[in-house]
Nanobody
């Protein structure tokens, strides 16, 4: 399975951005997905997890109500819509999938639950 993240860029505080994660190989529609981010000098941080159908999502408290994860299994792609962006959201954003579970539930906030990772896309929020 290969994941290609895209859509990062520079945005002003209060703005919106959508990042995408395109999957190839495997059976994407069976996999749970996740989003993480890593800011300079900080550890990788959980952002969101989404189950195989997109019907169940979980979010970190820091982004709840501002970010939304979705997926289009017909396009083998999942998305992270980011609204009301803040300078502290500046980070490299990573997507990941678990090929052993279609729904990680609460465990989806742990990076070790994921088997494949995208290369990351940089999101910079200016104040």
């Amino acid at each position: 399975v290969q994941l290609q993240a895209s859509g990062g860029g520079l945005v002003q505080a209060g703005g919106s951005l959508r990042v995408s994660c395109a999957a190839s190989g495997g059976t994407f529609s069976r996999y749970a997905g996740g989003w993480f981010r890593q800011a300079p000098g900080k550890e990788r941080e959980f952002i969101a997890t989404i189950n195989w159908s997109g019907g169940t999502t979980h979010y970190a408290d820091s982004v709840k109500g501002r970010f939304a994860s979705s997926r289009d299994n017909a396009k083998n792609t999942m998305y992270l819509q980011m609204n009301s962006l803040r300078p502290e959201d500046t980070a490299v954003y990573y997507c990941a999938v678990s090929v052993t579970s279609g729904d990680l539930g609460y465990s989806g906030r742990y990076s070790y639950e994921y088997d494949y990772w995208g290369q990351g896309t940089l999101v910079t929020v200016s104040s």
